[in-house]
C-alpha cells in the first residue's frame, strides 16, 4: 500500500481539449476525468487545452525547477500536423529561430530542429478529428526544442505560413509516449524518470 507522503511519478498522454490541471473550468474537461493521482501530485509544466500528449505529474516539487528551469534545456519533441505542405525555405526558417508574439512581446525563438515527415506518423484517431479541406493539403512536421513560451509550437509554424492544425508532445528528453494512447498513465520509478530526463539523482 503507498503512502500518503510517498514521492510519486506518471507520465500521461492528455488527450485533446483537456485542461492540464485537476479542477474543472465550465464544461471544459479537465486531469481528473481521466487520471487517478495522488491529492498531492501536479504536472510538470503545461499543454494547452487544444493540444495533447506527454505530461509528466508528480508531488516532488524539486523535480519542477529541474525540468522547467530553461538553464537546462530540456528539449521536448512535438509532432505538428500543419497546413500545406512545407518548402525547404519555410523548414530552414522554422530551424533558424522565427519572430513570434509572447504575451504581447516579439520574441525570436531559439534555434530547433524541423522535419518534414514525408510518411505520416502512426498516431491515434483524435476525436473531433481535424477540419478537412480538400483544397488545402496537411503535412506532418517533427518538431524539437528546448523552449517552452506559450503556444510556442504554434506559433512559430504560422509565422512560415504552416498552420498547425493538430499538436502532440511526444517526448520530453528520453520519457516518450511510445504507444500510448489518450487517456493512457504509466507509474514510473524515482531513478527511471530522472535518468530519461538526464538528471542526476
Known sequence: MKRKDEIRYFKIYKPYRV?????????????????????????????????????????????????????FNHRREYLAQVEGIPTEEQLK????????????????????????????????????????????????????????KNRQVRKMTAAVGLPTLRLIRTKIESVALGNMQPGDMIELSRQDLYNLLRIKL
Not at 31 to 47: C, M, S, T, W
Not at 55 to 64: A, S, V
Not at 103 to 128: Q, S, T
Open 19 to 71: 485542461l492540464t490541471q485537476f479542477t474543472s473550468e465550465g464544461e471544459k474537461k479537465c486531469l481528473k476525468d481521466f487520471f487517478d493521482v495522488p491529492a498531492n501530485a501536479y504536472p510538470v509544466g503545461r499543454l494547452d487545452y487544444d493540444s495533447e500528449g506527454l505530461l509528466i505529474i508528480t508531488n516532488d516539487k524539486k523535480l519542477n525547477h529541474l525540468l522547467l528551469n530553461p538553464k
Open 93 to 148: 526558417k522554422l530551424a533558424g529561430g522565427v519572430s513570434i508574439n509572447v504575451r504581447g512581446e516579439k520574441m525570436r525563438a531559439e534555434n530547433c530542429e524541423a522535419e518534414w515527415l514525408r510518411i505520416p506518423p502512426k498516431v491515434p484517431d483524435r476525436n473531433p478529428p481535424i477540419r478537412f479541406r480538400k483544397s488545402v493539403p496537411d503535412s506532418w512536421l517533427r518538431i524539437s526544442l528546448t523552449e517552452g
